[in-house]
């Protein structure tokens, strides 16, 4: 399978996710002064809405805080599976631990899509939740015996999987293997209308409001950008926790993906869900659109965040795959996103480090957080009401990570070289005219390495270069139009200001 693509051609769609195109904004409250409760609940994702919903439901008083508008980081842009058959994991699972941890892994994902059906009827929410099989396919004969082996692997972990060579996808496939009994959902009707229950009987959603810090007192206390919120228990679900304790930002790396969704004809749009495996390893699922048409949703051109600058390159070939595989004419849609990937494969859900008694995150989920992030609230909710969870103790936070495991040598040691390596790097550019119309460049000016943008209109934007969360130097994402940190994550505009953590401050200006 060849996709070609013209560098020069136009990238069409609405910039925007849909799930977010197609939901009213929300508008809850800044942190209107400082707050007592049970649980501050750091990061309003689908670990953040799930575990304050769990936590109410069980008597507590809850903070949700974000420093955005709730639902529109990850799980905002997502593509919504929500499933138990994370491309080839189980296998892996196996080989690298053992049976138990496999099985152990199924069962709680498969616990977590009841989890979520179980919530969707409990509080009626109308977020078109609809059952489907899952597939993991190999379009060509290369990758079918990783098929064959997940097959036998997910049987093992007692889960029903099974091969088949028959899809409804307009293309032939050597093989897939197939889990009955799945689902996809609209991510942001079933959150918002989760998050919408939240607030009264002292419990609050609070938007705008960034958190800088936790502090380990007794009760803790979250130091955001506008107030103290002092709680007994702190959860911190912002995707890689904002805290560095416990070195989860060298236990997991981020890696961008990206989507475009189609209005099509439903004939030609699959009713179930399809992932690849080997050459073609597209994301392919459908959604009921509001006006009673079908939005077709193809995703792909995932890679480490900061690897690549071309970034509407990878628009260009999910597009030209599309418009091949699907013989579509319009795309509506184009979005990207990013997620934390584990290290060694297991999400990191529990405590914050052995010592934290009261501190607890969720990460590493691996593009797989509908089901782990529902699992997240699930488990830490547990924890801070003192009951047994039969998943807690495989997933837990503070497990030893073996840092010594091939990815993470490999990932670390690209931090590593970004950390030293970009910093001594000669950056040779020492002037804004090196800088063309629409381009992000980190130049070399009075010793200082500067992120330079230059505008359409011919206006040049510099911030500082260097990351506040651990120094490492920005890339330029000409797709986003943001300055992405290639080390863990985090993402500023072309002003300098934070869009999305581990930072919790904005780039510097440029001291000229
Ligand atoms: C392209 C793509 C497609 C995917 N598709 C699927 C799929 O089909 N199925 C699946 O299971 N998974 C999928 N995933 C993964 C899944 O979407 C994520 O794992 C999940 O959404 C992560 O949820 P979260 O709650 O951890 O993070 P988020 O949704 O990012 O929530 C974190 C929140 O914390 C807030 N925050 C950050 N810093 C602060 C701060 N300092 N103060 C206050 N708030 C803060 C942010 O604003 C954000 O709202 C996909 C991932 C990608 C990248
Ligand atoms: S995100 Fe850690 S150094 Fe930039």
New binding site residues.
């Given amino acids: 399978m060849t996709v070609l693509t013209n560098k020069n051609s136009t990238i069409t769609g609405k910039h925007t996710s849909y799930w977010i195109d197609s939901t009213l904004p929300t508008d809850y409250p800044i942190l209107p002064e400082n707050l007592t409760v049970d649980v501050a609940i750091?990061?309003?994702?689908?670990?953040?809405i799930t575990a304050a919903t769990l936590l109410k439901k069980a008597g507590k008083t809850v903070a949700l805080?974000?420093?955005?508008k709730?639902?529109?980081?990850?799980?905002?842009?997502?593509?919504?599976?929500?499933?138990a058959l994370h491309r080839l994991i189980y296998n892996d699972l196996i080989e690298n631990f053992d049976v138990e941890t496999a099985r152990i892994y199924g069962e709680a994902n498969q616990a977590a899509i009841e989890q979520v059906a179980n919530l969707v009827t409990e509080e009626q929410i109308d977020c078109d939740f609809r059952r489907c099989n899952a597939y993991t396919f190999a379009r060509y004969t290369d990758s079918i015996d990783k098929i064959h082996a997940e097959v036998q692997a997910a049987q093992k972990a007692y889960l029903p999987a099974s091969f088949v060579t028959n899809t409804e996808l307009p293309f032939s496939v050597a093989g897939a293997i197939k889990l009955p009994n799945q689902a996809r959902f609209h991510v942001r009707k079933y959150l918002l209308n989760l998050a919408h229950k939240i607030p009264g009987n002292g419990s609050y959603v609070i938007e705008n409001?960034?958190?800088?810090e936790v502090n380990h007192s007794d009760p803790c206390q979250v130091v955001s950008d506008r107030g103290f919120i002092k709680a007994q228990d702190v959860i911190v679900?912002?995707?890689l926790p904002?805290l560095d304790q416990g070195l989860f930002f060298a236990k997991a790396y981020p890696?961008?993906?990206?989507?475009i969704g189609a209005k099509v004809d439903k004939s030609i749009a699959p009713q179930e869900m399809y992932i690849g495996t080997g050459k073609d390893d597209h994301?392919i699922r459908s959604t009921p659109l509001d006006d009673g048409g079908t939005l077709l949703i193809v995703?792909g051109q995932g890679h480490k965040v900061g690897e690549k600058q071309d970034t509407e390159e990878c628009y260009r070939k999910l597009e030209n795959y599309a418009r091949n595989e699907f013989k579509i004419e319009n795309i509506d849609y184009r979005w990207?996103?990013?997620?934390m990937v584990s290290m060694d494969k297991l999400p990191y859900i529990g405590k914050l480090t052995p010592t934290s008694e009261h501190i607890y995150v969720?990460?590493g989920?691996s593009?797989?957080?509908?089901?782990?992030?529902t699992l997240s609230g699930m488990i830490l909710s547990d924890l801070i009401l003192g009951r047994n969870n039969p998943w807690a103790a495989t997933f837990d936070a503070t497990r030893a990570t073996p840092f010594v495991s091939k990815t993470s040598i490999k990932e670390n040691f690209d931090v590593a070289t970004h950390w030293f390596g970009d910093r001594l790097k000669g950056f040779t550019d020492n002037s804004f005219d090196k800088v063309k119309p629409n381009e992000g460049k980190i130049l070399n000016l009075d010793n200082q390495k500067v992120a330079a943008y230059r505008d359409e209109n011919n206006q040049v934007h510099a911030v500082s270069a260097v990351c506040p969360h651990l120094g490492c130097v920005v890339s330029w994402n000409n797709g986003e139009k943001s300055w992405d940190c290639p080390c863990h994550g985090s993402r500023f505009s072309c002003d300098g200001e934070l869009l999305?953590?581990p930072a919790?401050k904005d780039l510097k200006a440029y001291d000229a």
């Fill in positions: 750091v990061g309003a994702g689908i670990v953040g805080i974000d420093s955005e709730i639902v529109q980081g990850t799980s905002g842009k997502t593509t919504a599976k929500i499933t409001t960034r958190v800088k679900a912002t995707n904002i890696k961008r993906s990206y989507l994301s995703g990207s996103t990013q997620d969720a990460t989920f593009l797989w957080g509908m089901s782990k992030g999305r953590g919790v």
